[in-house]
Nanobody, 122 residues
Framework: QVQLIESGGGLVQAGGSLRLSCAASGRTIVNTAMGWFRQAPGQEREFVALITSDGGTTSYADSAKGRFTISRDNAKNTVYLQMNSLKPEDTAVYYC???????????????WGQGTQVTVSS
């Protein structure tokens, strides 16, 4: 099993930056694609970013592209999401997922963290 703990969320003004961390324990994540997702109240959880197991490939939602950067440090068993130029519409609970992958029915993760709140004020 993998336990994931997100951190780094908080309150920030529009245009500001936050760096989210997702620390894994219990198992290494070196062979696992990792993803970041977010969910606003009353909304479906949506994909934000993904990074492959070796960090060689990243993908982003259109809303995040150019502003967010996903990265990983396998030696630290940690995945990051650097968020710049934050907008109020970025306000959501952000979750990381181990074993993130896309299927016909949508995005799927084997393990999920509890989430960290990101609030962007205008």
């Amino acid at each position: 099993q993998v336990q994931l703990i997100e951190s780094g969320g908080g309150l920030v003004q529009a245009g500001g930056s936050l760096r989210l961390s997702c620390a894994a324990s219990g198992r290494t994540i070196v062979n696992t694609a990792m993803g970041w997702f977010r969910q606003a109240p009353g909304q479906e959880r949506e994909f934000v970013a993904l990074i492959t197991s070796d960090g060689g490939t990243t993908s982003y939602a259109d809303s995040a592209k150019g502003r967010f950067t996903i990265s990983r440090d396998n030696a630290k068993n940690t995945v990051y999401l650097q968020m710049n130029s934050l907008k109020p519409e970025d306000t959501a609970v952000y979750y990381c997922a181990a074993g993130a992958r896309r299927r016909l029915s949508g995005w799927f993760g084997d393990y999920w963290g509890q989430g960290t709140q990101v609030t962007v004020s205008s």
